[in-house]
């Protein structure tokens, strides 16, 4: 028996979370919770998102990081979605630690144990499309499985949008373009 869900429901997963990093015209930095975003290509990434603070920042320098939410940063997370840059700093007030990244002129916040660096490729106003160029990523050794990003450690957060909640990506079902292989 179905059920029809009425409203506009759309409970696509996973939708990353993830933490926007800029600095403003005067170097202070500042960070905001998107959930709406993905891979788009190798090496390039694009998020959809509103006018906020850090559109603005990334209009003005042309870079932006990316970093991954987790299980252990969940909290920082939520605030960073909550607060707006334009009332206050965010950063400052959860206490968080950044540096300026070697390859970008955006901070990398460094609770977050994965970090994109990227450049402004293009953001369209008008439809909210950030489209950013990835140049670098730094990541926790601790994340690392034999020199890769290992997300079972990493523990990266999703954003449920039908129960508004925060989730975890589970452990890994079977080998990309393999266990098919049986078909062919």
Known sequence: METELTGKQAPIMPEGVFIIGTYDENGVPNAMNAAWGSQSDYGEITLFL??????????????????F?????????DYFGIETGHK??????????????????????EEFPYTLECTCKSYDAETGILIGTVVSAQADEAILTNGVVDYEKL????????????????????PAFKIGLKYK
């Not at 509103?50 to 970093?67: D, I, L, Q």
């Not at 206050?88 to 916040?109: L, M, Q, R, T, Y």
């Not at 523990?155 to 079977?174: N, Q, S």
Request: one cysteine or more; charged letters at 20%; aromatic letters at 4%.
């Open 88 to 109: 206050v700093n965010k950063i400052d007030k959860v206490g968080c630690h950044v540096h300026k990244s070697d390859h970008v002129n955006a901070p990398i916040i």
């Open 155 to 174: 523990e990266p957060l999703v954003f449920d949008i039908a129960t508004r909640t925060y989730r975890t990506i589970g452990p890994v079902v079977a």
């Open 69 to 77: 939410g987790t299980k252990k940063t969940v909290e920082i997370v």
């Open 50 to 67: 509103a006018p906020h603070k850090t559109t603005e920042n990334v209009v003005k320098t042309g870079a932006f990081t990316v970093a």
